[in-house]
């Protein structure tokens, strides 16, 4: 079983950064597809990130050039650096896991962003 716990969530002006981490128990972590989903008040959860196993990196258009996913298999942590925030990215933000093997699909509790001065 993996268990997904999200940190670095909080209150920061547009035009600033913030770094979620999202670290992972167990032994499989390095074979899994890790990623960010979002979700803000009264819309649908989307899409953020996605970084496979090998380290191939894809992001939604609203966020390409300004946020970066990383991953650390040492550490069974995945990143995601969040630049020139606005306040659009205003939201909570879910980490995800994806065993291809198993199919199986394994989410943090996440952590909320707020983009406002």
């Known amino acids: 079983q993996v268990q997904l716990v999200e940190s670095g969530g909080g209150l920061v002006q547009p035009g600033g950064s913030l770094r979620l981490s999202c670290a992972a128990s167990?032994?499989?972590?390095?074979?899994?597809?890790m990623g960010w989903y979002r979700q803000a008040p009264g819309k649908q959860r989307e899409w953020v990130a996605t970084?496979?196993?090998?380290?191939?990196?894809n992001y939604a258009g609203s966020v390409k050039g300004r946020f970066t996913i990383a991953r650390d298999n040492a550490k069974n942590t995945v990143y995601l650096q969040m630049n020139s925030l606005k306040p659009e990215d205003t939201a909570v933000y879910y980490c995800?896991?994806?065993?291809?093997?198993?199919?199986?699909?394994?989410w943090g509790q996440g952590t909320q962003v707020t983009v406002s001065s």
């Open positions: 167990g032994s499989i972590f390095s074979i899994l597809a």
């Open positions: 995800y896991g994806f065993n291809n093997g198993s199919a199986r699909e394994y």
């Open positions: 970084i496979t196993s090998g380290g191939s990196t």
